[in-house]
């Protein structure tokens, strides 16, 4: 479901679902709805190219659910129908849904320049101060005059960069729009969704969708642009010979705009404050319904971090949040029981469309059924493969607990009683650690939950775990980690990875065949000594102290290096034991740090050098976990 597939997919990400329809269901799409396209006209004159799906049934009106996507609204054609009975909006359209799918301003059809996240603009003052949320107002306005039959009740809902449109759409205040679901909304590029989290360049997932999606489109089409040929099936191998990442600079010329922004703005400037969809979550009219993955590669920080805004910036506005076990988009999808070796008991993506987001959409914009007892947080909790609510989140009676690292590789609650204890190891960018034991090209949604041994028996990671567990420890909310560290050189950056170890003799029970590996697994299969990865978190040393203002570790001091693991909602079963990783790469996920403090843009080849890094836990620099524990 990553970004890179846009092309080969279809229009909206919201249909990113492989549910097997019927002919049946296809035959009685086509026999009860019609379609149409509509260039509707915006505030400043250019005109959007919208795919339009009605309902023949004149004997009622009709809600409107829209998706404004940068992807296209393909198939172009009146003649040309997309594949509905393939995905579950088919049981939107057995609703009498007008289904709507847009093109935003200079992508595909639609008129206009694109601009990459487009800033919103809170005071407009003309008809030229436009934004994605004046575009989603003036393509309401429009729908709601002059779409036959229409209700005048509209919905918005789109998954990864249509989930930030569905979010500005909410900043929209039109009147029509009663309810509004960004899933997976891509928020804040910086600092946690997609290309950088903690300001740490997440190099493999950016190139691979800009060397496609950012070049430029002068005329309106129907054509998507070429990707570009790596010539490899290896990443890891690619990646490291193509060494710093100016060198992939060069394989752009100045054909990508955005990309030539991403080197221009190293750090969090006001170029990209202006880019974080959270600060248009201020009175927020319509009834919000956050969707995300707890398990999601690209856009994990985007769903949590946007809810948490809308609570605090709009209190008032009926908000609510789901995170399901999911990769990026699974829960539109047919099969959500489980994510790479990591079963989830259920098929957890059918029990949210059936009983969540469908009588959603039919109450606010049908007024079908009884209103949605939505608690503010409906979250899944892996390990325990149970679905708990809350009332708020993180929830109320979560408990704050610190975990001390210890010599030797343990982890325990008692802090540490004596002074001069440390764990080094020296980070080598030549031979950084992967971020995955497989070798191929495209990055995997499956490593989010992969088995991390591979990377416990290098000796650039440091492993810390517990005795194994007495009892259930379940954690919901995010995760601290406050390391004390000195360095031989001046800059570093570190990866805290939160895994669950499984007993020895561990095996699952076979919930659903595995997609995608030509056979079924057995009815059993053995997991014994799995060391699951939970989440991890990079955080780039340099940011340490302020996003604003680098600054350049001294040899030899020690440091304190804090940031946040985004929210963990997960069970260490009883018998388990809970691992902490401290690594310095994450390759080729991550562009490598040169480990001396120069601009990483541009830094050359020659830059990069090795480095010896202690991480601290004795009496005196007691580096700890601190856990959000629910009691």
């Given amino acids: 479901m990553r970004k890179l597939l846009f092309l080969a997919l279809f229009s909206c990400a919201v249909t990113a679902a492989f549910s097997q329809g019927t002919p049946q269901d296809s035959a009685w799409i086509r026999d009860n709805y019609y379609k149409m396209e509509q260039y509707i006209p915006m505030r400043d004159g250019i005109r959007l190219f919208t795919s339009i799906y ?19 609204c393909a198939p172009y054609g009146t003649d040309k129908w997309r594949n509905f009975a393939a995905g579950y909006l088919r049981y939107y359209m057995r609703e009498g849904y007008i289904i709507v799918t847009q093109d935003v301003r200079g992508r595909w059809m639609s008129e ?32 709601v005059k002059n779409l036959p039959y229409n209700n005048g009740r509209v919905g918005v809902f789109g998954i990864s960069y249509p989930g930030f449109y569905s979010t500005m759409a909410a900043a929209s205040a039109h009147p029509a729009l009663k309810a509004v679901s960004p899933q997976a909304p891509v928020t804040d590029w910086f600092m946690g969704d997609d290309f950088h989290h903690n300001g740490a360049f997440f190099q493999m997932d950016g190139w691979a969708f800009y060397s496609s999606f950012g070049k430029p489109r002068p005329h309106p089409t129907t054509i998507g642009p070429s990707g570009f040929n790596f010539n490899s099936q290896d990443n890891y191998d690619w990646y490291l010979k193509t060494g710093a990442i100016k060198n992939i600079m060069k394989l752009t010329g100045d054909s990508i705009a955005f990309w030539k922004d991403l080197y221009a703005h190293p750090n969090l400037d006001d170029w990209w404050k202006a880019r974080n969809a959270r600060v248009s979550m201020y009175d927020v009219k319509p009834v919000m319904l956050v969707v995300g993955g707890l398990y999601d590669a690209e856009d994990c920080f985007g769903a949590w971090n946007l809810y948490k805004a809308i609570k605090k910036q709009s209190p008032s506005t009926n908000s609510h949040i789901v995170m399901g076990p999911w990769y990026h988009g699974e829960w539109s999808s047919n099969d959500g029981t ?10 957890t993506s059918a029990w949210y469309q059936n009983n969540i987001e469908i009588p959603f959409f039919n109450y606010y914009l049908k007024g079908k059924g009884a209103e949605p007892k939505l608690p503010a947080a409906t979250i899944f909790f892996s390990g325990a493969n149970e679905w708990k609510q809350f009332d708020q989140w993180p929830p109320a009676d979560k408990q704050d607990q610190t975990i001390y690292l210890q010599a030797n590789g343990g982890l325990s609650w008692e802090a540490p009683a004596k002074g001069g204890s440390y764990s080094e190891y020296i980070s080598d960018p030549a031979h950084p650690v992967p971020y995955t034991e497989d070798v191929h090209f495209h990055r995997t949604r499956e490593y989010m939950t992969d088995d991390q041994r591979f990377a416990s028996r290098r000796t650039d990671v440091l492993t810390f775990q517990t005795p194994e567990l007495k009892e259930d420890l379940t954690l919901a909310g995010p995760v601290i980690a406050d390391l004390l560290v000195s360095l031989s050189s001046t800059d570093a950056d570190f990866v805290v990875k939160v895994i669950d170890v499984f007993p020895d003799n561990f095996s699952y029970e076979q919930t659903a065949p595995e997609q995608g590996r030509g056979h079924d697994l057995p009815k059993t299969y053995p997991m014994g000594g799995y060391q699951m990865l939970v989440h991890g978190e990079i955080m780039r040393g340099r940011f340490r102290e302020s996003f604003e203002k680098p600054a350049p570790f001294k040899p030899g001091k020690v440091e304190q290096v804090k940031f946040a693991v985004p929210d963990v909602a997960h069970t260490f079963k009883k018998g388990h034991r809970l691992m902490i990783q401290i690594q310095s790469s994450w390759f080729p996920l991550v562009d490598r740090n040169p480990q001396k403090f120069v601009d990483i843009y541009t830094a ?8 010896n890094i202690r991480v601290y836990h004795d009496s005196e620099h007691p580096s700890h976990i601190i856990l959000p524990v629910l009691k």
Avoid at 113 to 133: C, G, H, M, Y
Avoid at 338 to 347: C, E, I, K, V
């Fill in 54 to 72: 009605i309902p023949k049934d004149t004997t009622e009106k009709h809600p409107i659910l829209m998706t404004r996507t940068p992807y296209s």
């Fill in 112 to 143: 206009g320049q694109f601009v990459d996240l487009r800033p919103f603009i809170k005071d407009k003052k003309s008809n030229t101060d436009i934004d994605e949320a004046s575009d989603t107002y003036d393509a309401i306005d429009w729908m």
């Fill in 338 to 347: 489980h994510l790479g070796n990591a079963q989830w008991g259920s098929n």
């Fill in 604 to 611: 050359d080849d020659t830059d990069f050098v090795k480095e």
